[in-house]
C-alpha cells in the first residue's frame, strides 16, 4: 500500500475511533431511555471517560490534524463530514436529554464525566476545523492539482474563494451544533471569527447556514418532563445554537432568495435594506 493510501486508511481508522465510539453520548443516552437508575449510569460514563480511547483524544486529534494535509481532497472533505456528522449526533442527544430526561435523573448522573467527553469532543473538533482553515488558506500542490488543469488562473481563485466561503459555513455549522459545550479557547475564538468573515462572501454558503437552522415545530413541541412548557422555553442547547447562526446569517440576508423554505425556517425579503429571518410551520409536517 502506497503512502497515501496508508495515511488515507489510519486518518479514516482514527476518526471512526474517535468521534463515533469514544467520544459519542450514544451510551448516556442508551441509559436514560433504558431508565437506568443514575447510579449505573454514572458507572458506565466513568467508565467511558476512563478508556483509553478518551483519554487519547486529545493526541489523536492531533495526529488526525498533522495527517490532514497530507490526504488527497476527497479524503479531506470526508473527515470535515465526520466532524460534521459527529458535531450534530451530539447536538442531537445531548438536547434530547435535556428535554426529555427528568431533571432528577439528569442532577443524578455523574456531571463531570459527562463534561469530559464533551470537552474532549469539541476540542477534538475544533484541531480538524482549524487544520482544514489551515490548508484552505494554502491548499498543498498535491490538492490543487486537482483543478489546475482544468481551469485558467482566474476561475480557480474564483472556485477557491467560494470552496473556502462554503468550508467556513461547515465550519460555523459544527460550532453552532457545539456552542451548548463549547471551550472558550483562543484558537476557537480566531477560528469563529475567520469563518464568519468569510462565509458571506458566496450565496451556496450563505444559503447552507439557513438549511442548519432547526425546524420551528422541534422548538413548539411540550416538553412533558417539564410541566409541558414549549421547547423553546427551556432548550438551551437550541438557543445556543439558534444565537450563533443568526448572529452568521445577518450579514448574508441580502444574497438569499426572497422566499427559501426549508425544515420550517423562510428568509423572507429584504425590510429597510435588510433581509429578515421569519419563523414558519414546518411544511413537510
Request: charged letters at 10%.
Amino acid at each position: 500500500m502506497r503512502r497515501p493510501q496508508l495515511a488515507a486508511a489510519s486518518a479514516r481508522c482514527q476518526a471512526h475511533a474517535l468521534f463515533h465510539s469514544a467520544l459519542s453520548l450514544a451510551p448516556l443516552h442508551k441509559a436514560a431511555t433504558a431508565l437506568l437508575p443514575p447510579l449505573q449510569a454514572s458507572a458506565l460514563l466513568r467508565r467511558q471517560a476512563g478508556c483509553t480511547l478518551v483519554q487519547q483524544a486529545a493526541s489523536m486529534a492531533s495526529s488526525l490534524a498533522a495527517l490532514y494535509p497530507q490526504l488527497p481532497g476527497e479524503e479531506q472533505r470526508w473527515l470535515v463530514q465526520q466532524v460534521q456528522v459527529a458535531a450534530r449526533q451530539a447536538h442531537a442527544l445531548y438536547r434530547q436529554l435535556a428535554l426529555s430526561a427528568s431533571p432528577a435523573w439528569l442532577a443524578a448522573v455523574d456531571a463531570a464525566s459527562v463534561r469530559q467527553l464533551l470537552d474532549k469532543l469539541f476540542l477534538a473538533c475544533l484541531a480538524l476545523l482549524v487544520a482544514a482553515w489551515q490548508a484552505a488558506a494554502a491548499p498543498t500542490p498535491a490538492h490543487a492539482a486537482e483543478h489546475s488543469a482544468a481551469a485558467p488562473a482566474p476561475a480557480d481563485a474564483q472556485r477557491h474563494a467560494a470552496e473556502r466561503a462554503q468550508l467556513a459555513a461547515a465550519v460555523i455549522g459544527v460550532l453552532a451544533d457545539l456552542q451548548f459545550c463549547r471551550v472558550g479557547t483562543a484558537q476557537y475564538a480566531a477560528l469563529l471569527r475567520a469563518a464568519l468573515a468569510e462565509a458571506p462572501s458566496d450565496p451556496a454558503a450563505a444559503a447552507s447556514l439557513t438549511a442548519c437552522l432547526p425546524c420551528y415545530a422541534d422548538l413548539a413541541v411540550q416538553c412533558p418532563t417539564h410541566g409541558g412548557q414549549a421547547a423553546w422555553l427551556i432548550d438551551a442547547v437550541s438557543a445556543a445554537k439558534v444565537q450563533l447562526l443568526f448572529n452568521a446569517l445577518v450579514p448574508c440576508c441580502g444574497m438569499l432568495p426572497v422566499v427559501s423554505g426549508g425544515r420550517g425556517w423562510w428568509v423572507c425579503g429584504e425590510a429597510g435594506g435588510q433581509g429578515i429571518l421569519y419563523p414558519m410551520p414546518c411544511p413537510d409536517r
